[in-house]
C-alpha cells in the first residue's frame, strides 16, 4: 500500500461544488488501496481578503496576529473537505496544524517548517481515514500560529510528504501543469512533461506562478518527486524530479517573465572601495531584496553608475533610505518601474555555448532594448521595457524551439 499526499490549491477548492469534486477525486484514490494525506489551501480568494481587512484595521498589523488571522481560511477549507469525504461514504477529519502539531522556526508570515509529530495522524490513517490537513499554517516553539508565506500550503505538502515518508506527492491546481511559458501570454506555449528541480526552482523565483519557490528547494534537499496535475482534468501534468527530460535535448526549458519589478540607478557614484557596501547596507536592514545589480567600469577613473532592481513595492522606502543616506553621494537618482524582468532557463545551457548571443540577437531583431542582464550557470535573464513583455517571450520562444 502506498501513501500518498493530495494537495489541493484555492481554485480547487474554490467553491461548495468544487470541494464534493475533489472529494470525489479522493475517493478514487482510496478505491485503489491508497493511504492518503489530504493537504489543503484556503478556498481561493479567502486569505486575500483577510489580509485586506487586516490592513484596514491598521497599516501595522501586528505580525503575530497577522498569521493567526490569514491562516484561518485553511480551517474552513479542510472541515468543508472533511465533512464532504464524510458525506460520501469516508472515514475523515481535518487537523489543524497546532494540533499535530506541525513545528516552525522563522518569522512570523514566512515560517519555515521545522518537524511534524506524525503519530495521531498515522493511527487515523492505519485505521483506514482520511486526515485533512491544514496547508500554510504552522505553530512556533512559543505555541504562537504562524504561516508559511503567500502559497505556503505547497511548503506544507511537501514537507508532510518528506516527515511521512510518502511514496508520491501530487499538487493539484488550476493549471495543467508546468508550461514552456505563460499560455495566456503565449499560445504556442506547451507543456512540459519532466523538468529538473534546479529548472523548476528558477522558473517559479523567475516568475511562473505553479508552486512556491521554497517548496521545490525544500522537494530537491529531499528529492521528493512532485506531480503537478489539475484538479479537474483527467490529462497528465508535470513530473518535478532529479532530471529533465532525457529525450528532449532543448537548451532553454522554459521562459519566465515578472512585472513587479522597479529599476533603480545612481547617476555618478564615487568609484572606491565601500561605496557599493554602504548603497546597499540600509536595504538590507530593512529587508529589501536586491534583486539584479550593474556597475560600470568608471571612464574617468572617478565615478561610476550603479543600476539596481527591487520589487515594485519597496521602491519607495528604497528611495527614501538612498535618500537619507549620508555614508553615499551621487549626482542624481533615476527610477523606473515600468520594467519587465524576462528570463531563459535550462540546464541544458551548460553545455551550449552562445545561448546568450541568441537571446541578445532574438530581441535585437525585435528592437527590444536591454537595460539590464544577469545570469546563472541555468538562466539568463535580461531587464525591459514592460510594453514589450508579451513580444519578448514569444520571440524567446521560438528562437529556442518551444513552439
Ligand atoms: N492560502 C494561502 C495563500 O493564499 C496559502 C496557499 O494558497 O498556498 O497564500
Ligand atoms: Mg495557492
Known sequence: MSLVVLKFGGTSVGSCEKII???????????????????????????????????????????????????????????????SLMDIGLKSRSWLSWQLPILTEGNHASSRIKKINT????????????????????????????????????????????????????????????????????LRAKKINKISYEEMLEMASLGTKVMQPSSIQDAMLNNITIDVKSTFSKKSGTKITIENDDFNNKVVTGIAYT????????????????????????????????????QNI????????????????????????????????????IQDDKVSKISIIGVGMISSPGVTYRMFKALAKKKINIMVISTSEIKISVLINQKHTNEAVKVLHQEFNLD
Not at 472529494?23 to 494525506?37: C, E, F, G, P, T
Not at 571612464?299 to 543616506?325: H, M, P, Q
Open 298 to 333: 568608471s571612464a574617468n577613473g572617478k565615478e561610476t553608475d550603479i543600476t539596481f532592481t527591487v520589487k515594485r513595492e519597496d521602491i519607495k522606502n528604497s528611495l527614501k533610505l538612498l535618500k537619507k543616506n549620508n555614508k553615499i553621494s551621487y549626482k542624481k537618482i
Open 21 to 83: 469534486k475533489v472529494a470525489k477525486l479522493i475517493k478514487k484514490y482510496h478505491k485503489k488501496k491508497n493511504k492518503i494525506i489530504v493537504v489543503s489551501s484556503a478556498m481561493s480568494g479567502v486569505t486575500n481578503d483577510l489580509i485586506k481587512k487586516s490592513k484596514t484595521i491598521s497599516n501595522k498589523f501586528e505580525k503575530s496576529e497577522y498569521d493567526v488571522l490569514v491562516s484561518a481560511g485553511e480551517q474552513i477549507a479542510c472541515s468543508l473537505l472533511a465533512g
Open 119 to 186: 503519530k495521531e495522524v498515522l493511527d487515523f490513517i492505519n485505521k483506514g481515514g482520511i486526515p485533512v490537513i491544514t496547508g500554510f499554517q504552522g505553530i512556533s516553539i512559543n505555541k504562537r500560529i504562524t504561516t508559511l508565506g503567500r502559497g505556503g500550503s505547497d511548503s506544507s505538502a511537501i514537507a508532510i510528504a518528506k516527515f511521512f515518508n510518502a511514496d508520491s506527492c501530487i499538487i493539484y491546481t488550476d493549471v495543467e501543469g508546468v508550461y514552456t511559458t505563460d499560455p495566456k501570454v503565449n
Open 259 to 294: 512585472k513587479n519589478d522597479a529599476k533603480i540607478t545612481l547617476v555618478s557614484v564615487v568609484d572606491k572601495p565601500g561605496v557599493a557596501a554602504n548603497i546597499f547596507k540600509p536595504l538590507a536592514n530593512n529587508e529589501i531584496n536586491v534583486d539584479m545589480v550593474v
